[in-house]
């Protein structure tokens, strides 16, 4: 133990330090050169300082760079806690790569050439003879834990990088109708007799390459968007003919899979073993083949094999994680629970089924992190209390987040936030099926985020999101980058979903450029949107009536439904609710399910569909009521550069002397510089890396 201090005296301000490395021992005394070699006993050293001595300074755990094999939860509790005069902080050592890791590793040694004539007989011709296999249970991995879909359970990284089960098709999808074929028409495609509801057979037809043929269908899992474009279900077949192309499942197949061809692949089938990187995992012999890729032997596999939280913070105070690494394990990473001021900076997580939860407390913060390659969602944050409306204060801030929800993709963000007053802010998240960010509660700031290439798989979702109440208001969306959004099929994808009825967002000072859909107002009220900016744009903003089209067919919206339930739960109509939110009070003195009170002016449409909302919404919708929905006004499109700094690479600042503010009076100058991450010494990486 190191104490360092101008002065040592009773109660005079001192700092202390512990070390930890992988030299170390838990023997020794924790100071720089005899180091302690667990997290557990150094945190037992604070403990332990902490009972001799209430802390009178900041505490650092100093941990060296090295690989720490991670096969139980690092956990603290409230006697963990520091204060904000002495806050406890375990860190890397300076700059040195300090990696949790909650995987095994897999020599390359331990695979051997396939010889079981059946097993080669299942896979395909060109691969033969360059399949491996390696007998996991004889060197102690037993857990593989349970396949569903798209992954589960055991996963294999090499070098970095995450090795996909045995599918087909290798890219994209197969399609699929509920029905039996039935010839072709005169075009030469598929045509399917559908016998209707009760109907259990999925008629599929694919480009590229056909199946092989599946010997075990108990082991293939089938994943698509069998029921609507936004959902993901996984099935096992109990027949599949080949030659006819048809699947018997034993269930009836929804009335989705009807009229249209639905996207699916199929996982977990070792015929399929014919791409580099491939593999398939006999559960039951606890064998693994591997079609090897490239640099396979430079360095082991990696499988994931711990699922409990790597480290836990549960009504911990004044504690920051820094600088670490947290990787390959099929839970959770680090979860926050109840205290107060705790921060995760810096770190970098990975190969994870999900980053960090922030359940609860008040003044938690997750900053500078690199957070990527997840099974399901990044960050997920609650907190504050909606009865009182009392924030919960947590900041999510200058992280990298990208390629997540990669196994699990139905409501699985990069960011997702519930209850009061929770801010995300200067966060570049890109490269995921879905949303980027959603919200549920009240008061929330979504700002300066630069969000891309988002929703690249699903249809009927937004980059940022929320919906299906109408007490979530004072949600503030300003000043955020949202590019790059692909085209989906109907209903397509939206830059600002506010879905079913959500309202009360202000939608203010955003970018929008090359999207279908910038912002949605999916029947909601009282939504503002404000100084934007929409650039090569499809239908800048779009609105429809649901609600009221709703009211009846629809349970959610009828009267005394689920959309009045939280009214009367949190007392809308009283303060502190009926003072912050005077419109919500009086909700239901009108027309609950109308979308009134929109507010679209001051926007500036460039080379977009600039299109008036209400009316659109009045022309391709029924069930009106005779009230004006929308104040339009103020609104300016052009086809010609307005005052860009430099459009062509994506600069959308706009110059002082920019005709945007003479056509707009009192247009407010967007802060575009500022969007997306900064440098600063809690970034887990420099700007523009690590992508």
């Known amino acids: 133990m190191l104490l360092t201090a101008t002065a040592l005296g009773a109660g005079e301000p001192r700092h202390t330090e512990f070390y930890v490395a992988t030299y170390g021992s838990d023997l020794e005394d924790g100071t720089e050169k005899r180091p302690f070699?667990?997290?557990?006993?150094?945190?037992?050293?604070?403990?332990?300082?902490?009972?001799?001595?209430?802390?009178?300074?900041?505490?650092?755990?100093r941990i060296r760079g090295g690989t720490y094999p991670h096969t139980e939860t690092f956990a603290l509790c409230k006697e963990d806690s520091g204060t904000a005069a002495s806050p406890i902080t375990y860190r890397a050592y300076d700059d040195e790569d300090v990696r949790l890791v909650g995987g095994r590793r897999i020599e390359a040694s331990w695979f051997t050439p396939v010889k079981d004539a059946a097993i080669l007989d299942r896979l395909p011709n060109d691969v033969r003879g360059k399949v491996l296999q390696a007998d996991l249970k004889s060197h102690g991995i037993t857990d593989y834990g349970e396949l569903h879909g798209l992954g589960g359970g055991i996963v294999l990284f090499l070098d970095g990088k995450r090795l996909p089960v045995a599918r087909w098709p290798n890219e994209g999808w197969a399609l699929g109708r509920r029905g039996q074929p039935a010839g072709r028409d005169d075009a030469g495609e598929l045509k399917v007799d559908d016998p209707g509801t009760g109907c259990k057979t999925l008629v599929f037809r694919f480009d590229g390459e056909p199946p092989n043929r599946w010997r075990d269908l108990q082991r293939v899992w089938l994943t698509g968007y069998f029921w609507e474009e936004y959902f993901v279900h996984s099935w096992r077949a109990e027949e599949i003919d080949f030659d006819k192309r048809v699947i018997t499942f034993g269930?009836?197949?929804?009335?989705?899979?009807?009229?249209?061809?639905?996207?699916?692949?199929?996982t977990n089938a070792m015929e399929e073993l014919d791409r580099p990187g491939e593999w398939f995992l006999d559960r039951d012999e606890g064998v693994l083949y591997l079609l090897p890729p490239d640099g396979f032997g430079e360095t082991p596999l990696t499988a994931s094999m711990m699922t409990s939280t790597m480290i836990s913070l549960t009504d911990v105070s004044h504690v920051t994680i820094r600088g670490l690494t947290l990787e390959a394990t099929r839970g959770l990473a680090v979860s926050i629970g109840g205290g107060t001021h705790c921060r995760i900076v810096g770190c970098t997580i990975r190969h994870a089924k999900y980053a960090v939860t922030l359940g609860g407390g008040t003044n938690h913060g997750v900053v500078g992190c690199d957070i990527y390659d997840l099974g399901a969602m990044g960050i997920r944050a609650t907190g504050g209390d909606r009865k009182t409306l009392t924030p919960a204060g947590h900041e999510i801030v200058n992280n990298h987040i990208h390629h997540y929800s990669r196994v699990h993709k139905n409501w699985q963000p990069g960011v997702k936030v519930q209850g009061v007053g929770i801010r995300v802010a200067h966060n570049d998240i890109h490269d995921a099926p879905q949303y980027a960010i959603s919200y549920e509660g009240n008061d929330h700031r979504f700002e300066f985020n630069n969000l891309h290439h988002l929703c690249q798989e699903q249809s009927d979702v937004g980059v940022i999101g929320c919906g299906t109440n109408w007490t979530y208001r004072g949600n503030v969306i300003r000043h955020n980058f949202i590019h790059h959004i692909p085209k989906r099929p109907y209903p397509g994808v939206c830059g600002v979903y506010l879905d079913n009825c959500a309202s009360s967002a202000e939608v203010v000072g955003n970018v929008f450029y090359k999207m279908i859909k910038p912002v949605m107002i999916g029947g909601g009220r009282d939504n503002i949107v404000v100084n934007n900016v929409f650039v090569e744009c499809e239908v800048p903003v779009c609105m429809d009536n649901r609600g009221l089209r709703w009211r009846t067919r629809w349970g959610h919206f009828r009267p005394?439904?689920?959309?009045?339930?939280?009214?009367?739960?949190?007392?809308?109509?009283?303060?502190?609710?009926?003072?912050?939110?005077?419109?919500?009070?009086?909700?239901?003195?009108?027309?609950?399910?109308?979308?009134?009170?929109?507010?679209?002016?001051r926007n500036v449409s460039v080379r977009s569909g600039w299109r008036d909302p209400e009316a659109e919404c009045r022309k391709t919708f029924k069930s009106h009521i005779d009230r004006r929905y929308v104040t339009l006004a103020d609104n300016y499109v052009t086809d010609e550069d307005p005052g860009f700094l430099d459009a062509a690479n994506m600069d959308f600042r706009l110059r002082d002397d920019a005709i945007v503010y003479k056509k707009i009076p009192g247009f407010a100058k967007i802060p575009f510089d500022r969007i997306g991450l900064y440098e600063d010494a809690c970034r887990a990486s420099r700007p523009g890396e690590g992508d």
């Open 560 to 601: 005394g439904g689920p959309m009045y339930k939280p009214l009367k739960e949190l007392q809308h109509d009283k303060p502190p609710w009926s003072t912050k939110y005077p419109k919500l009070a009086r909700i239901l003195e009108e027309y609950p399910q109308a979308p009134l009170g929109n507010v679209v002016k």
């Open 37 to 61: 070699a667990t997290l557990q006993r150094a945190r037992d050293a604070i403990r332990k300082l902490k009972h001799a001595d209430a802390l009178i300074g900041p505490v650092t755990v």
């Open 251 to 266: 269930h009836g197949l929804p009335e989705h899979v009807k009229g249209d061809w639905r996207r699916f692949c199929a």
